[in-house]
Nanobody, 121 residues
Framework: DVQLVESGGGSVQAGASLRLSCAAS????????MAWFRQAPGKEREGVAAIDKSGSPTYTYSVSNRFTISKDNVKNTLYLDMNNLQPGDTAMYFC????????????????WGQGTQVTVS
C-alpha cells in the first residue's frame, strides 16, 4: 500500500532547476507536517525543508535561498522547487510525513516515500 510517491528527480548541470513532487494519499496529506529529506552517499539523511498544516515552511540553512517547499491541497501533492542546484545537492530525496508538528529528526516521521535521485554535475 504505497502512500507517498516522489517524482521529478534527474541529472542536471550546476545552476539548473528541478521540481520534485510527492503524491500522497489523502490521509497522509492531512498530516500536520510534510517534509523533504535527502541522503547523499556515505552521509546521514538530513532534513531539507518542511511545511506544516497551515502552510508555514522551514528550511535548512544551506537551501533557504534556493529551495521552496509548497503543497497543493486539491491534488494532495507536496512540491520542492530547487533553483541554482549545486553538486553538493546531489542526493536521494525523500518526502515524509508525520502526524504531529514539524521536526528535523527523521526518526519522528512515520510515513516515507521511496525517494527520487537528484544528481548535479
Amino acid at each position: 500500500d504505497v502512500q507517498l510517491v516522489e517524482s521529478g528527480g534527474g541529472s542536471v548541470q550546476a545552476g539548473a532547476s528541478l521540481r520534485l513532487s510527492c503524491a500522497a494519499s489523502q490521509y497522509i496529506f492531512g498530516a500536520r507536517c510534510m517534509a523533504w529529506f535527502r541522503q547523499a552517499p556515505g552521509k546521514e539523511r538530513e532534513g531539507v525543508a518542511a511545511i506544516d498544516k497551515s502552510g508555514s515552511p522551514t528550511y535548512t540553512y544551506s537551501v533557504s535561498n534556493r529551495f521552496t517547499i509548497s503543497k497543493d491541497n486539491v491534488k494532495n501533492t507536496l512540491y520542492l522547487d530547487m533553483n541554482n542546484l549545486q553538486p553538493g545537492d546531489t542526493a536521494m530525496y525523500f518526502c515524509a510525513a508525520r502526524t504531529f508538528g514539524c521536526s528535523t529528526s527523521e526518526s519522528l516521521y512515520t510515513y516515507w516515500g521511496q525517494g527520487t535521485q537528484v544528481t548535479v554535475s
